[in-house]
């Protein structure tokens, strides 16, 4: 297969999907290129996007990659979907998302116990929004289900992986209070 075809087939994928693809999804379908020809093939699309100055970029995100609006963009294209936008994290699904995000696997118990309060709906609402799932159960008495974050929860927070996640140190740098997460 041509080299310009074959980027261009990956282009076309990348526009459609509404989720990053990995290379190994890529090859899937382009079954004749070694996964280390579409990684060659992403990169030179991403550069090309670049040095072009499209409104749009090649992005690695959640194990994959996506085409993504450039961020100076947003603004218009907030205007644009005003009535469409997903609603926000309530704090409290956001404070229990962080415990989640740092302690995984963590139970239902543990996360009370950092946030005070009961974690019922909030869990309820998190796994809804698949950006946390259960991840087995702990091997104590009554064998609570343990909780960690998704690949969706890449997606949303726009995270290569996990890896780059701030440390914890940094956050309270930041904020100069003793957090508890």
């Known amino acids: 297969m041509e080299n310009n075809f074959a980027k261009s087939i990956i282009e076309a994928l990348l526009f459609v999907a509404d989720e990053p693809l990995s290379p190994k999804s890529i090859r899937a379908v382009l079954e004749e290129l070694k996964e280390e020809e579409i990684r060659k093939h992403i990169s030179d699309l991403a550069l090309e996007y670049e040095t072009t100055g499209r409104a ?4 690695e995100i959640a194990e994959g990659f996506q085409i993504v609006t ?19 994290l309530s704090k409290p699904a956001l404070e229990t998302l962080a415990i989640i995000a740092y302690r995984q696997p963590v139970t239902k118990i543990e996360i009370e116990s950092i946030r005070g309060v009961s974690a019922e709906g909030v869990i309820d609402t998190l796994l809804e929004r698949d950006l946390i799932a259960i991840k087995g159960r702990k091997d104590v008495v009554g064998r609570p289900l343990l909780y960690g974050t998704t690949r969706e929860y890449l997606r949303y927070f726009g995270l290569k992986d996990l890896t780059e996640m701030p440390k914890i140190e940094e956050l309270i740098g930041k904020t100069g209070e003793d957090q508890n997460v």
Do not use: D, E, G, N
């Open 70 to 88: 450039r961020p100076q963009f947003a603004q218009w294209i907030k205007k644009m979907y005003k009535s469409k936008l997903t609603h926000r």
């Open 56 to 59: 749009y970029a090649v992005t």
